[in-house]
């Protein structure tokens, strides 16, 4: 089992940034991919962007794709999400995950490891 923390969200004005911080520790040797996810209140949770520990080969949701950033710290087992240009509709909780799979999916069911949840909240 890998254990996740967030940290990093708050309140920001919309045009401005954040960056998100997801420290792992546990199994992190079984970890293949990293994923944040996020879910407004009322909707149903969704994929951002995603990251191989292995080679950073990173993928993003086209609703974030060149405002949003994920990298990844192998010594330090840490993963981050760099936000500009926020936009009111990025309000939602942010979730850090872990994927034990040898095989990418961007699909929540397929992250068996979740963080606790950042809050982020974008004001107009």
């Known amino acids: 089992q890998v254990q996740l923390v967030e940290s990093g969200g708050g309140l920001v004005q919309a045009g401005g940034s954040l960056r998100l911080s997801c420290a792992a520790s546990?199994?992190?040797?079984?970890?293949?991919?990293m994923g944040w996810f996020r879910q407004a209140l009322g909707k149903e949770r969704e994929f951002v962007a995603s990251i191989s520990w292995r080679t950073g080969t990173t993928d993003y949701a086209s609703t974030v794709k060149g405002r949003f950033a994920i990298s990844r710290d192998n010594a330090k087992n840490t993963v981050y999400l760099q936000m500009n240009s926020l936009k009111p509709e990025d309000t939602a909780v942010y979730y850090c995950?872990?994927?034990?799979?040898?095989?990418?999916?961007?699909?929540?069911?397929?992250?068996?490891?979740w963080g606790q949840g950042t809050q982020v909240t974008v004001s107009s």
């Open positions: 546990g199994r992190t040797f079984s970890t293949y991919f």
């Open positions: 995950a872990a994927s034990s799979s040898r095989y990418y999916s961007s699909r929540d069911s397929d992250f068996g490891s």
